[in-house]
Every structure is written in C-alpha cells, then in structure tokens.
C-alpha cells in the first residue's frame, strides 16, 4: 500500500507559459525526458494520474480540460478533481524537473504526521491525513506541490468564486514541508530551462566519474562541451562522440599532447578545407 493511503494525482500542465513565448512548456526536455514525463514518473504510486491540459502520447494518464482552456489554476483544478476518486489528491506542476517519487512520499507521510496531530487535539481531518504544502528554501508556499484531502478541496472549490490557488488553498494547510532538494523548481523562463538543463548534466558528469574513477576535477566539462559542438557542426553530428571518446583513449594512454583539445577543434573548424587538400593529395 502506498505511504498514508490510496491517492490520486492531478497535474497541471495546460497553462499559457507566457514568458516562455506561449511554448508548451511542460512538454519541453529537461535530460531524456519532457518536464511533464518526469512529474508523471514521480507520481507514479498514484491511484489515478490525471492531466488537466492537451492530450499527450503519456500511457495510463486520465486527460482532462480545464474551461476554458488556459482558464488558470483554479479551473483547471476544477476539471481535474472531477475525475478524482481517492481521498487524497497530490496537485502538482507539470514543469517540475527536480520532482521524484521520494518527493511525493514525502508529502504523504506529512500528511499522515498531520492527521494524527489532528487527532491528538479534536480537529477532525476526516481519517486521510491534513492539507500540507511544501515550501521553497525562501520558505514559500508552493501550492502546486501539495497534498489535500479530496473532499475538503471539493467543499472548498463548492463556495469559491476567485482565481487565486493562494486564496482557495491557505486556509485549508495543516502543514508545511520542506522537501530535500529543489523538487518545487519550476521552468518559468528560458534561463529556469537553462538552468534544470544543466543540473542534469552535473549530476550525470558526477555519477559518471564515481563510477569510472576519475576525479571530477580533472573533468573541464565546458572545453570538451566546446569541442564536441565544434565537430558536430564542423564535421558530422555523429563525429562529435566519437572524437570525445578518440581523446579519452589518447589521454588514458599518455600519448594526447597537452593541447590536443585545441588541436582537435582546430582541426574540426577547418575540416572542409584539411579534407580537400587531403583528397587532392590522394
């Protein structure tokens, strides 16, 4: 059974991304994968995992629409908790990159610590736990990482009339939580994109030398980045691995000189002309 009973959850990801020049930001990669696989992956243990936005190639998630669409957060909740049938619901963001199943088990357990709380002081939270919503290191409310009990969001949405998710959800959190890591980062803007994009490489160049050996501070990760773009758009796309790997075994070997990288990307730039003076020769 899942950590604090059955939930469902219900991810957002049908929003304008208006400073993201109205790109279908939750569809956008971050890694292997789209932001919106990642928060589906992350919710994983969900009864239910139900999409309020456009219909994606995602197997085993419920597709809902929000009215109008882009209507914003509240509607959209709305349309979500409608296909809602577990006493809890996890709301998340659909461009959350950091966001893993640890993560959410977190949340459940909070709400679990929250419910036997309120039961210790007569505050009756119906049997599933309390509202909790995690908190960035600024220790701000991030609604759309949260966990509710599905019928006290459905009396709160019953009598609401405003846009806000602050106004609907404040007063109904038992909890706050700070989760481990950035799980509540968002892409808002390019430089957010940027940003996750880059995470993702530091953590894969770090596991890559704990498994290999190799100190990462002999690893000057943005020259051999330089290099292998030089070769992918001076040589060939397929080139540019294969280079990397060529001045790995160089280096392994003892027989790269110091300057091979800049040696190499020489060469890459002025490829066209070296292979036709090469021809020529031939």
Known sequence: ???????????????????LGGV?????????????????????GARKVIVVGPERPLPGVIFAREDPPGGGPVPALRA?????TAPRVVLLAGDLPYLR?????????????AAGA??????GLGGVGGGVVAVDDGGREQWLLSLWPAETLRRALDGYTGRSLRGLLGPLVHAR???????????????????????VLN???????????????????????????????GVARPAAPLTAYLLGLAEGAGTAPEDAVERITALAKDWRETAAETLTES
């Open 1 to 19: 059974m899942t950590i604090g009973g059955e939930y469902d959850a219900v991810i957002l990801a049908g929003g304008q991304a208006r400073r």
């Open 24 to 44: 279908d930001k939750p569809g956008l990669s971050v890694g292997a994968r789209a932001m919106i696989e990642d928060v589906v992956l992350a919710a994983s």
């Open 80 to 84: 979500g908790l409608r296909e809602v």
């Open 101 to 113: 199943t640890g993560h959410v088990a977190e949340l459940l357990r909070a709400s679990a610590r």
């Open 118 to 123: 309120g039961a210790d002081s007569g505050v």
């Open 177 to 199: 939580v700070a989760l481990p890591g950035r799980p509540w980062f968002d892409c808002d803007t390019m430089d957010d994109l940027e940003e996750a994009r880059m995470n």
């Open 203 to 233: 953590e894969w160049t770090a596991l890559a030398c704990k498994e290999l050996g190799i100190d990462p501070a002999r690893v000057d990760r943005d020259l051999i980045l330089d290099l292998t773009k030089e070769v992918a758009h």
